[in-house]
């Protein structure tokens, strides 16, 4: 495939950057028309690839784009996912590019979507249109591409249950994760599920002077940081009760072969800018984002934030809530726990409000899977490293619905790298990456 991507690079990047172009922000209801118009441009890219059928689907939400290629009605069926939303670009003063003005240079591309997901999506589009043009294509192909996964996939496993023999399929072949670094290429087993919530603390009726209500009346974003504090112990446990019930501790073996992934922490410590980690104690920081569940707050505001002084004792706190899960433990009975347990902190001077806005399970897949040996042999013949199994500390929520729904395991082969900074300004996806993770997807094909 190496020539057939020498000779079709430039419209490869021009098609591409006509996805990035689009911001097609999930998370921005003023943004709904974006959506539509980038799933539209899929459909386009799709049927020149060589789908027999690709049309965009509406749900309760975003719509779905779906294409499939039948060869054979007894071969086996590849579906590929992905997602074509992207993250909000702000603090936009950060980016040193438009973020959806994509550029490329330093090696990589650069802007939002470049990887997570629109990069990744489309290498599987080129090894789609590679096996397709040289009639090397021996499998059924469907795709499903999708408009939420940034903000929860709220719409999809409706839909997904509503055309489940539509979706019938042998894997769900994924391209959203990361792997352990340019030198030891990796295949993730796991992913962690997600239970999100926004909280809200309320004091007084209205915003109070500070001089004369002050040391009076509580003030509600002290009080929240109190309670935020509380949630975790000393030795990085979370305090809400029932949150461990349902975790599985891995055994020492199965430890120890996760701990086959090198990793360097004082090279991690480098890379982040920080002078020492922190987590759960006993565990290593692999560990920590793998295996472990975890509790953050994603972001905190209340009162005055503007520039200069307003002295003012807010009527109300709030505070974003992220708690990673691992498999076994249920997102929705998480969220109750964890609303249980805030409300039950609460001090009788303020009002509390729990309000959930994302959730979805993990999933562990099968290593000795006929998908992941096939996987994993294209892999090592492009990067010339055998992949080493991992387990992802992030979430793709929708997944573990459409295992259950569909029956079908998904396959986690993602090439981005922590240095593609998703989620954040300055996005990019090394070209090598992006390149060497077409050639590995065509090379799955003729392996499995």
């Known amino acids: 495939m190496k020539q057939y991507i020498e000779k079709n690079k430039d419209r490869f990047f021009e098609e591409l950057f006509s996805l990035m172009r689009i911001p097609s922000i999930s998370a921005k209801k003023d943004h709904k028309p974006h959506m539509l118009k980038c799933a539209k441009k899929l459909v386009e890219l799709l049927k020149k690839a060589g789908a027999d059928q690709a049309d965009v689907y509406p749900t309760s939400g975003n719509p779905v784009v779906f294409g499939q290629k039948i060869i054979n009605p007894k071969a086996k069926t590849v579906m590929v996912y992905g997602h074509y939303d992207v993250q909000p670009a702000e603090p936009l003063e950060k980016w040193k590019s438009d973020p959806f003005e994509p550029e490329i240079h330093d090696g990589a591309i650069w802007g939002r979507g470049a990887n997570d997901d629109k990069g990744q999506l ?15 294509l021996k499998h059924n192909v469907k795709f499903i591409f999708e408009g939420e996964e940034e903000i929860g996939s709220p719409s999809l496993p409706a839909w997904v ?14 391209s959203d994760t990361t792997m352990i670094s340019e030198k030891v290429p990796s295949i993730n087993c796991g992913m962690r599920g997600l239970a999100y919530l926004e909280v809200t603390v309320t004091g007084p009726n209205k915003d109070l002077h500070s001089g004369h209500y002050g040391g009076a009346v509580a003030n509600p974003i002290n009080v929240l940081c109190d309670m935020i504090a509380s949630l975790i112990d000393k030795n990085g446990k979370v305090k809400v009760k029932g949150f461990y019930d349902d975790v599985v501790n891995l055994s020492k073996a199965d430890r120890a072969q996760l701990a086959r992934a090198p990793f ?3 090279e991690y410590k480098k890379f982040l800018d920080i002078n020492e980690v922190k ?5 290593t920081t692999l560990e920590r984002t793998g295996i472990r569940p975890c509790l953050d707050v994603c972001g ?6 503007g520039e200069g002084a307003k002295t003012v004792l807010p009527s109300t706190a709030h505070a974003k809530i ?10 929705a009975t998480i969220t109750k726990l964890f609303a249980q347990h805030f409300k039950a902190i609460a001090p009788k001077y303020v009002k509390v409000k729990v309000e959930p806005k994302e959730g979805g399970n993990g999933f562990l897949i099968p290593i000795t899977s006929d998908a992941f040996k096939a996987a994993s042999k294209a892999i090592a013949e492009v990067f010339g490293t055998e992949p080493v199994p991992s387990r992802g500390g992030g979430s793709i929520a929708v997944l573990a619905d459409m295992q259950k729904i569909l029956g079908t395991d998904p396959l986690l082969m993602g090439f981005g790298l922590e ?3 998703i989620h954040s300004p300055n996005e990019s996806y090394l070209l090598k990456q992006f390149f060497g993770g077409m050639e590995s997807i065509a090379l799955f094909y003729k392996y499995y």
């Open 300 to 305: 905190i505001w209340g009162g005055y934030t």
């Open 279 to 283: 987590g759960e104690k006993g565990y």
């Open 264 to 266: 360097n922490l004082n």
């Open 419 to 421: 240095r593609d900074t």
């Open 322 to 331: 992220s708690m990673r899960l691992v498999p076994n433990q249920d997102s």
């Open 122 to 136: 489309f290498m599987h589009l080129k090894a789609f249109e590679y096996l397709v043009k040289t009639k090397q």
């Open 161 to 174: 249950k509503k055309n489940k023999k539509m979706l019938a399929s042998d894997v769900i072949l994924v």
